[in-house]
C-alpha cells in the first residue's frame, strides 16, 4: 500500500502544481504523512485515518494564512472605470432611442430614463452590455 500512498502523493502534487488556485496541497500532505505511516503499520484503516486528519489539520492551519495573503482586490477594466464618472451627452438621448455620451474622452452609447439633450451633464449609473445607463447629475 506504501506505492499507493506515494503515488497518490504525486498525482495530488501535480495537480496542485497545474492549478494556480490552492486545490490539492491539503490532501498531498495527508498522503505523504499516509505513506510514511506505511513503515509503521499495515493497517490500512490506520492509514487512512492518518490521511484524514492531517489533510483536515493542514487546511485548518493553513487557511488563515492563506485568506491572509490572498487579496481580492478587484482592478477595474477600461470599462468599469467609468461608472460613477460624469459624461456630457453628445447625441440626445430619449427613452425611446440611444443616444451617444462621453466620457474620459471614449464615445459611448448610452440610455436612461427619461430625455437627455446635448451638451448636458449626466452620471455613468451601469453598464447594460456595450451601453452604458445614465441619469442626470444629481441622481444616484
Known amino acids: 500500500m506504501a506505492y499507493g500512498w506515494f503515488i497518490t502523493f504525486i498525482v495530488l502534487l501535480f495537480i496542485e502544481l497545474v492549478t494556480v488556485n490552492l486545490v490539492t496541497i491539503w490532501f ?3 498522503s505523504l504523512m499516509a505513506f510514511v505511516t506505511t513503515f509503521f503499520t499495515d493497517n490500512l484503516l490506520i492509514q487512512i485515518g492518518v490521511f484524514i ?20 482586490v478587484i482592478v477595474p477594466t477600461n470599462s468599469d472605470r467609468v461608472l460613477g464618472r460624469s459624461a456630457e451627452v453628445i447625441k440626445k438621448i430619449t427613452e425611446d432611442e440611444y443616444g451617444a455620451v462621453k466620457v474620459m474622452g471614449s464615445v459611448w ?11 448636458e451633464k449626466v452620471k ?9 445607463v445614465v441619469c442626470k447629475e444629481e441622481e444616484k
Open 28 to 30: 498531498a500532505v495527508g
Open 53 to 72: 486528519v492531517v489533510s483536515v489539520i493542514a487546511l485548518l492551519l493553513t487557511k488563515p494564512i492563506i485568506k491572509k495573503f490572498k487579496t481580492n
Open 109 to 119: 452609447t448610452a440610455t436612461g430614463k427619461g430625455s437627455f439633450d446635448v451638451g
Open 124 to 132: 455613468v449609473k451601469a453598464i447594460d452590455g456595450v451601453k452604458l
